[in-house]
């Protein structure tokens, strides 16, 4: 069975950093391409970041450019995401989801293209 499961979520204060992980279980990430979702409490999930399956190309919406970086380790079946100089308007549950399986040099940027979704992690960002 095709699992995903984000971690690395919790309490950080404005200007802080996290890194969140997902991690494949079930499958291997290899063939699939990656995106990092976010809801935020009574606001539409919206889709921060992408990347591709062959780890070539990346996505980042303008909320949160220069800030987040993504990223993928396949020997690990996992993909991350870096967050630095946290805004208390990033607070919301992040997601990471698959959208695959296909070998291709991009990825999209549209919430219903993803197949195969994790929990989600929490991150309030709050002084």
């Known amino acids: 069975q095709l699992q995903l499961a984000e971690s690395g979520g919790g309490l950080v204060q404005p200007g802080g950093s996290l890194r969140l992980s997902c991690a494949a279980s079930?499958?291997?990430?290899?063939?699939?391409?990656i995106g990092w979702f976010r809801q935020a409490p009574g606001k539409e999930r919206e889709q921060i970041s992408c990347?591709?399956?062959?780890?070539?190309?990346?996505n980042y919406a303008e909320s949160v450019k220069g800030r987040f970086t993504i990223s993928r380790d396949n020997a690990k079946n996992t993909v991350y995401l870096q967050m630095n100089s946290l805004e208390p308007e990033d607070t919301a549950v992040y997601f990471c989801?698959?959208?695959?399986?296909?070998?291709?040099?991009?990825?999209?940027?549209?919430?219903?293209?993803?197949?195969?979704w994790g929990q989600g992690t929490q991150v309030p960002v709050s002084s």
């Open positions: 989801a698959a959208d695959g399986p296909k070998w291709i040099n991009l990825c999209v940027m549209e919430v219903g293209e993803y197949d195969y």
């Open positions: 990347i591709s399956s062959t780890g070539g190309s990346t």
């Open positions: 079930g499958f291997t990430l290899d063939y699939y391409g």
